[in-house]
């Protein structure tokens, strides 16, 4: 209880009550903690700016006895306004929260999650990356940092006669082993796949590849994540109808 304060980055925010906010903030040390933003929904309210979806800074904030946290103040650092300023990518950082809650739940610190969802996000920003690699990269190193990591390689009866990718097992399968949920994919995806697992974690972005392979990337990350979470995202559903409809 009282004041303390954590440095993150909001990754929600519904309105709560009239003329207020409710914040999931994701921190360092607390994981992602729920904060009350009073009065941020007024136009006069000096914390309405920064108490906007992927604010990122300092947030001095108040615990009470009943266990609800509210906003003192919050020191932004950053806004990456350009990801707010684009439809798509607004969309495709509105999908990362979601999934980034939905495997981690709130009050479970996880620092290297944190720092991926920033990179994923500042590249978004300011540098010229495809939507389909950075979104490839973050579903595939959300799983692999949250336990899911997948099996590049041999197959699991030790056979290298590689014949698809078994999304259940979360594993490269030969013909023998191979269930229903499973795709033959191509070398360079597999190349991919094993770099995101397995690079340093400033690196993740740091390979190249065709419009074609990332296509092909994105849409097998996002079936191996939907398979292990066993649930559907709206949010996704939306960033894909955004895309179709950009000229």
Partial sequence: MGV?????????????GEGHRMLSIFTA???????????????????????QFLCCGEFELYESNRGTASINSINAAESFS?????????????YFADITYAMLGEGNPDERLLKTFLNVVYALAYRDEPLDKVKAVYELRLMTLE???????????????????????????C???????????????????????????????????????FKELGAASERYLLTHTERSFKSLDYYKLMRQLQP
């Fill in 4 to 16: 303390f304060k954590e440095r993150g980055i909001i990754i929600k925010q519904n309105d709560y």
């Fill in 29 to 51: 040390s607390r994981g992602i903690i729920k904060a009350v933003s009073y009065g941020a929904k007024r136009q006069k309210s000096k914390s309405a700016a920064a108490s």
């Fill in 175 to 213: 013909a023998k082993c191979r269930g229903k949920n499973s795709a033959v994919l191509s070398p360079g995806v597999y190349r991919a796949m094993a770099y995101i697992t397995r690079a340093e974690d400033k690196r993740i972005l740091s390979f190249t590849g065709s419009a074609a392979l």
């Fill in 147 to 173: 336990g899911y990591m997948p099996n590049i390689g041999a197959c699991g009866c030790g056979s290298r006669d590689i014949c698809a990718f078994d999304f259940d097992k979360g594993s490269t399968v």
């Fill in 82 to 94: 350009p990801v707010s300023e684009d439809i798509e990518k607004l969309a495709l950082c509105t």
